[in-house]
Every structure is written in C-alpha cells, then in structure tokens.
C-alpha cells in the first residue's frame, strides 16, 4: 500500500475500533444490488455520477457538498445517470454516510456507497443506509479480506465493484468473479489519473464482469476511446462536480 492509503486504512479502522459504523435504523429505501447491476448492463453509455467533497490530490471539489446533495442527485437523476456514486469516507474525503440515502430517495437511483471497506461490520452498515453497492479495492486487502467482504457483500444483496490498479490486481479480483470490476487510472502512490492505464489493461480483463473505467473521464470522446477497450460504464466526479451545467454535460457524455 501506498503511504496515502496505508493512512486512510489506519484511520478507517480506528473508527470501527470506536464503534462508529454501529447497526442503524434501515433506511426507507432498502438495499438492492441486482438493480446496481442491472442498470450498468443497460445498452447504452453507463454512467455512474460522482458526489465527492474533496480528494487527498485535488482538494475541495465541491464546496459546502452538504447543502448540495440533493441537488447533484437531482442533476444526475435528470441527465439519465445509470448509478449514482457517494464518497462516504469522512477523514480524507471530506465524506459523510448520511449523504447516501440522501442522494437515494430524492434520485431513485441505485448508489454505490464508495469508502474504504476493510471489516463486515460496515457491509451491515452499507445495508442500513440503503446502499446498492459497495468499493472493494484491491489494493486495501488481504486475500482473504477480499474473498471474506466479497462473500459478504453477496449474502447481504450487496453488489460489489472490485477495484483494481494493475494486471496483478486483475488477477486477484479472478479469485472473488466480480459482477462488475472497476479499473480505476489513479496511481495510489502519487494520486495522479492517466486514462492511457485504462486502455492498457483492459486486455488483462478476463470476460464476465462489467467493466468500469473509474477516474480521468472527462470527455465524450475519453467514453469513445474507452469503449474501443471494451468499458461499458464509466465513473465520472470531478468534471460534473466542477460543471457549471452536470445535467446538461451527462447527457453530452451520454450522447
């Protein structure tokens, strides 16, 4: 791991060891991950819309994001978003777990909670915030850690986005078969996207799962390029976050 990410893993379970991700009343929207999966398999370009405060390379994205969720939920729902995607991690994103039923009931979209999962107890809380889908990345787990919170995730209706960083990522992920695995173009030790790292392992990509291209999609012709690899969904955050116009933009990214 990253120094970066050893940090956020350290933080992250200092909250569980505090007890902070304790069983909740369930939200009024409850979990359903065959919908998450469904809606990525749609023909069509996929998107899944971002609802991210801030990131450890780019800093604040999307200032007073608290007063803003609805909004951005409404702007993705409006712009025929496929899912939507909420960074609930609080320390270093700026994140809070509260957004994600937010963003649920006002859009009717399924949502990924997307945070650090490193124990089972934030899978039942992922569950009692009505989430659809929760992050597994590769690069924040043991094999077993993987195959347990995988396992996990099935059993609770969970689908699980399997992230990877590199081809021994991809090999890892085989063990889990992942419905949907995610290729994320972030380098984890320096944070900095080249979407050139998407194109270049998707030949690494076993088929079955969905693919995702998570971070550095900006642009239409980014999704033109992309699906010539054989993506069919793509995360966008920071360029609808920044948008003076994200309805009008997903759908130009949709077009």
């Known amino acids: 791991m990253s120094d970066i990410l050893q940090k956020i893993v350290a933080d992250k379970r200092a909250r569980l060891a505090r007890g902070e991700y304790a069983r909740r009343k369930p939200a009024d929207r409850p979990t359903d991950g065959a ?147 995610g290729v994320n173009a972030r380098d984890l030790a320096t944070f900095k996207t080249d979407i050139g790292v998407l194109e270049t392992l998707a030949g690494a990509i076993p088929e079955g799962p969905v693919r995702l291209a998570e971070s550095g999609v900006r642009t239409r012709e980014d999704i033109e390029r992309l699906s010539k690899s054989g993506y069919r969904a793509f995360l966008v955050g920071e360029a609808l976050l920044r948008s003076e116009d994200p309805e009008g933009d997903l759908r130009a990214l949709r077009a």
């Open 35 to 181: 919908a998450f999966v469904a809606s990525l398999k749609e023909p069509g370009t996929r998107i899944v819309g971002e609802i991210k405060a801030k990131s450890p390379s780019a800093g604040e994205i999307l200032p007073g994001a608290d007063g803003k969720i609805e909004s951005y939920a409404l702007y993705y729902r409006r712009g025929r978003a496929a899912a939507i995607s909420v960074v609930t991690e609080e320390d270093h994103f700026g994140g809070r777990p509260e957004w994600l039923p937010r963003a649920k009931s006002i859009s009717g979209l399924p949502v990924l909670m997307k945070d650090f999962f490193v124990d089972e107890r934030q899978l039942d809380f992922a569950v009692d915030l009505g989430a659809d889908a929760v992050l597994l990345i590769l690069r924040a787990l043991t094999d077993a850690e993987l195959a347990a919170l995988a396992r996990g995730a099935r059993e609770r209706g969970l689908a699980a986005v399997v992230e990877a960083h590199d081809a021994s990522d991809i090999a890892r992920a085989a063990a889990v078969s992942p419905e949907i695995l």
